[in-house]
Nanobody, 122 residues
């Protein structure tokens, strides 16, 4: 069974960039569709981006053009490049295996790690 660990979060000013990593152990990540989700304070967890087994990418409307998901199979890692960050991007970011992708969204397995905190300041 694959285990996923998120990293790369931090404090960044609005307009800045961060790259999050989702590292896998136990199984080869390339055989899975992987999604990034985020949960802001007081809000429900929401879908942000996903990459399919065929490397097709999917994004929530709120992040299109600013976030980019990719994978490095040699490193068994999925990345989320975050550019032009906004205050509303402040959240804990989680990666998860997708049970399936439907309507351009990842439906996640119900297994979550600790996530990585992203805080965008003005």
């Amino acid at each position: 069974q694959v285990q996923l660990v998120e990293s790369g979060g931090g404090l960044v000013q609005a307009g800045g960039s961060l790259r999050l990593s989702c590292a896998a152990s136990g199984r080869t990540l390339s055989t899975y569709s992987i999604g990034w989700f985020r949960q802001a304070p007081g809000k429900e967890r929401e879908f942000a981006a996903a990459i399919g087994k065929d490397d097709a990418t999917y994004y929530a409307d709120s992040v299109k053009g600013r976030l980019a998901i990719s994978r490095d199979n040699a490193k068994n890692t999925v990345y989320l490049q975050m550019n032009t960050l906004k205050l509303e991007d402040t959240a804990v970011y989680y990666c998860a295996r997708c049970r399936y992708i439907v309507s351009a969204m990842c439906v996640p397995e119900n297994t979550w790690g600790q996530g990585t905190q992203v805080t965008v300041s003005s």
